[in-house]
């Protein structure tokens, strides 16, 4: 098992030890806690947070508890659909009972395609990020990255402009499919995908003003958390869950002990309007009432030869799907083992706004230079891309995890 750092912990009434990073977390949103909520979260509120330090979490273990017993109803009727009714009242919010009531998780087929040797398998809209990573996998096909090497000036300047039309692609035709006709089939059509590197340049970037969405043919009749599983008998899990940014709205439900998302940045307020990561969209992407916002979650699974291969998904906003991407081409192009993908230096382009985003190290000194050579524009990261974890299935069978050294991930076995 492989996990990101928000998901290490079953919080309960016993707690848990901080690790310094997550003090540090809790010592920055201090100010914020105090601002936002309704009523003084005390358990959260310690002046100065240390490393080895006890965070007990009682309202939230009484609400899990509730979840386990009571199902559906332990959320979303009861006990803890009033704490948070009560908490929208006194903070001016407009989520009512009712609301609640009408709220149903939806079952959604997970997509399906080859690219190569591997079948994959990941989350179909309204997450965006199976098939951009379909779309992105299918787009380097082609080109000898192997040969190229692990983030060289071609490698990195292919997959940047591959990047860039993809989200390009997410602007316009990715939505909800409850409330918008998104086509799926198009976007997912091996001739349509490889289309879009027409004109595409080795010897330069393509500015993102000259980039425009594409026109995918009609469908034939017919504070993120990511963690991976593997049993003992071969089942694989991958799943990705969200507050968005890190601890959401800052809010706590008084009483239940979690906190409030502030997933409506994930929609588009007006075409061409970015959102807190700087991503754009356009009308299949506005705010309807009832419609589930466009996430970038990419819980994904890889089979080869009718046989798992792999399982990875990872954390960071418009970045998980460009961290995916990369870390199966560090194994299955590159060969680097999981915990190396996984390590490896990352970059990430999305369109819009039209710069590199590269963590320092990433590309090196002479990549980077004959890439803005090349007329891109790099800005560095510090704090690191996305946050991952992984599993590979080795050729013996064994498994080997791959956590995030940017943050507290872990892997285990059992």
Not at 21 to 30: V, Y
Not at 213 to 241: F, K, R
Request: hydrophobic share 35%.
């Amino acid at each position: 098992m492989a996990g990101t750092g928000a998901a290490r912990h079953c919080a309960g009434a016993k707690g848990f030890p901080l690790t310094q990073k997550e003090a540090k977390k809790l010592n920055g949103q201090r100010k914020d806690f105090l601002a936002y909520n309704t009523r003084r979260p005390d358990f959260i509120l310690k002046y100065r947070w240390r490393e080895g330090d006890t965070l007990r979490l009682p309202d939230l273990a009484r609400t899990l508890e509730r979840i386990r017993d009571q199902g559906r109803d332990g959320f979303y009727a009861g006990a803890t659909a009033r704490l948070l009714v009560e908490e929208m009242k006194r903070g001016k919010g407009i989520i009512t009972q009712q609301d609640l009531t009408n709220y149903h998780a939806v079952w959604r087929t997970p997509l399906v395609a080859n690219v190569g040797e591997y079948q994959i398998t990941a989350m179909p809209p309204p997450s965006s990020g199976g098939i951009a990573l379909i779309q992105l996998l299918t787009l380097s096909q082609d080109y000898p990255l192997r040969e190229w090497g692990w983030n060289t000036v071609k490698t990195a300047h292919l997959m940047v402009e591959a990047e860039r039309r993809v989200y390009a692609d997410r602007s316009k035709h990715f939505g909800d499919t409850d409330f918008y006709d998104m086509p799926v089939y198009g976007l997912l059509d091996t001739s349509y995908i490889k289309s879009r590197l027409k004109g595409f340049s080795l010897q330069k970037a393509t500015p993102s003003e000259q980039v425009s969405p594409g026109t995918p043919p009609l469908a034939e009749p017919m504070h993120t958390t990511h963690y991976s599983i593997v049993d003992p008998q071969g089942n694989a899990v991958s799943v990705t869950t969200t507050l968005n940014s890190s601890f959401g709205n800052k809010v706590f439900v008084a009483g239940a002990g979690f906190l409030l998302n502030n997933e409506m940045d994930d929609f588009s307020v007006k075409p061409g309007v970015p959102n807190s990561y700087g991503l754009v969209g356009e009308e299949a992407n506005a705010i309807e009432p009832g419609k589930r916002m466009l996430s970038s979650m990419t819980p994904t699974i890889l089979e080869k030869d009718g046989k798992l291969f792999m399982v990875i998904g990872a954390m960071g906003g418009s970045t998980i799907t460009t961290t995916v991407f990369q870390i199966i081409q560090n194994v299955t192009v590159h060969g680097h083992t999981m915990q190396g993908a996984v390590n490896a230096g990352r970059f990430h382009h999305q369109w819009k706004p039209n710069w590199i985003l590269s963590e320092w190290g990433a590309l090196g000194v002479g990549t980077g230079l004959s890439l803005w050579f090349k007329g891109h524009k790099i800005a560095p990261k510090t704090g690191g891309i996305g946050r991952a974890a992984g599993i590979l299935v080795l050729p013996d069978g064994t498994l080997e995890g791959g956590a995030d050294p940017r943050g507290d991930d872990a892997a285990a076995g059992f």
